[in-house]
């Protein structure tokens, strides 16, 4: 279960690499568990993507339960004079039929916001890499990180706080990655998983001096 530990996993593919060249320096291909101990299960997207597309389905069905017991419990509480109006006012039915529209499509499309979210991520770790003068490998040493992050998805099994933990536990893994896998020191690892913010900031401030221009034209 090494590639469930977001540190550990990433020092570990990051000394089978250090292996390799170095055998391969040495004109020797066989790598002994005795150099490098166990090693960790490198994931691809396809593979990582696929688990938690159906972890995705799991979450999706908490969500239609939880949707399903808020209807019974409507018409169960219809019949309370003093509280079915106000259950209704605060949890209309077409405020549950968006929940569940928001679930269903969020599973439906999850393969292709993962390649978004992958594809984001490995250009934000590349920039930095190259600009931290960082050696070896970088596409590889990416792509191990951001799919590897694909492991936070597991949290999405944790019922009602699944969503919150797995979006801080990818920033984690990502984390982990840049500081075991790359190398980084925590300074330049905390600027990468920053630079969105960073970006947001920047795109929310272009678009209000946009804003500003067209409005002070007329």
């Known amino acids: 279960m090494t590639f469930l530990h977001p540190f550990s996993g990433h020092e570990k593919l990051r000394e089978i690499r250090e292996s390799m060249a170095q055998k391969d320096r040495e004109r020797i291909t066989i790598i002994t568990n005795e150099t490098i101990g166990e090693a960790p299960i490198k994931l691809s997207f396809l ?23 808020g209807v019974v419990a409507s018409k169960a509480m219809i019949d ?11 949890f209309p039915m077409k405020s549950q039929q968006m929940v569940l529209l928001t679930a269903l499509m969020a599973a439906i499309f999850y393969p292709f916001s993962m390649w978004v979210y ?26 191990e990180i951001v ?10 099994l944790i019922p009602i706080f699944g969503e919150v933990a797995k979006h801080f536990s990818s920033l984690v893994y990502i984390f982990a990655g840049l500081r075991k896998n790359l190398g980084m020191t925590a300074l330049q690892a905390s600027v990468v998983i920053f ?6 900031v920047v795109f929310l401030m272009i678009l209000l001096l ?4 067209i409005v002070n034209m007329f």
Do not use: C, Q
């Open 47 to 69: 593979e990582a993507m696929s688990v938690s597309w159906a972890i995705r389905m799991v979450y999706a069905v908490y969500a239609i339960f939880s949707i399903h017991l």
């Open 80 to 90: 309370s004079e003093s509280y079915g109006n106000i259950f209704f006012n605060n």
């Open 118 to 143: 992958t594809k984001f991520w490995g250009v934000l770790i590349k920039f930095f890499a190259n600009l931290f003068n960082i050696k070896g490998n970088i596409d590889e040493m990416s792509d």
């Open 147 to 156: 799919n590897h992050s694909l492991v936070s998805n597991f949290f999405l």
């Open 195 to 200: 630079s969105p913010v960073f970006l947001v």
């Open 210 to 213: 946009y804003v500003l221009m």
